[in-house]
């Protein structure tokens, strides 16, 4: 169903406070009154998902507020039409027209940015680590004991111990508390780079301007977070992944020349391309 294709779209979308099974999402957070909420959206059909929130009696103004998130996660406002009918033409990808690309997102771009660092040099069961115990020992609790991910205030305010010995993120210990801080104190507005009069350049720009965000890490917050898909993202897993899949070299060159035509949809085409069975299936 078109929905597990957005919930599979890439890793990240699985982390905490996400948690995802067949034609299911369900996350936390904390909603416009300040209440921390279930957010649940299922699929209804193959074509149609139906979204709840838990919490007697919502007035419309927060049932909108909640729906807009779950539209904003689930990417679906964004027209791919002409990605489509690029990926058509291209035997490799035509399985991509009936309905898949949509990248899953963060209610918030630091919430991206906090676990796009969390992926950088290492085993996909460390980030499952850092970004779980992120999770456990700094967000907003329910009676429940269901937990958000913790907002820049909450992670501004840690001791920087914490990152270390708690969350064991190495040399992202520096690069997390930073992050926050900036945001915290509203040196840098990481929302305004959902801003579509913004540039593929100026957004990377702005990416790689904060603590810990190389080429790799700006690509992929371009690609998963901000819709945005001119930018590769070339790691130790997507080249080997792609050598492996097409017999051509584990090179960026080589990348690039495959998917030119895809113009300002290369890395999107790049990334479907080697996520097939994650996303078709």
């Not at 009936?98 to 290492?122: D, H, L, Q, Y």
């Not at 097409?246 to 999107?268: D, I, M, N, Q």
Request: charged residues 25%.
């Amino acid at each position: 169903m078109i929905l597990d294709r957005v919930l599979n779209s890439h890793g990240v979308a699985s982390l905490p406070p996400n948690v995802l099974a067949p034609g299911l999402l369900t996350t936390v957070a904390i909603g416009p009154d300040g209440t921390v909420r279930q957010l649940k959206v299922q699929a209804a059909r193959t074509d149609a998902a139906m979204v709840t929130c838990d919490g007697p009696g919502l007035p419309a103004r927060e049932r909108r507020w909640w729906l807009e998130l779950a539209s904003r996660m689930l990417r679906l406002d964004e027209d791919l039409t002409h990605f489509y009918e690029l990926a058509a033409e291209d035997q490799d990808l035509r399985w991509v027209a009936s309905g898949a690309g949509r990248m899953m997102a963060a209610p918030t771009v630091f919430e991206e940015v906090v676990k796009t660092i969390c992926t950088t040099n290492c085993s996909w069961s460390a980030t499952e680590r850092m970004v779980g115990t992120l999770v456990t020992l700094l967000g907003a609790e329910r009676a429940d004991g269901l937990r958000t991910f913790p907002g820049p205030e909450q992670m501004a305010r840690a001791d920087p111990a914490l990152y270390v010995e708690g969350v064991r993120a190495g040399y992202r210990s520096r690069y997390l508390l930073e992050t926050a801080q900036l945001v915290a104190e509203g040196k840098v507005d990481l929302e305004e780079l959902r801003d579509p009069e913004l540039s593929d350049e100026e957004v990377d720009g702005r990416l790689r301007s904060l603590p810990g965000i190389g080429p790799y890490a700006s690509s992929h917050l371009m690609l998963t977070a901000l819709g945005r898909y001119s930018r590769l993202v070339l790691d130790s897993w997507t080249l080997p992944t792609w050598a492996r899949r097409s017999g051509e070299a584990a090179t960026s060159a080589a990348v690039e020349a495959r998917f030119a035509h895809f113009a300002g949809y290369r890395g999107l085409a790049f990334w479907l391309y080697l996520t097939e069975d994650w996303v078709a299936g």
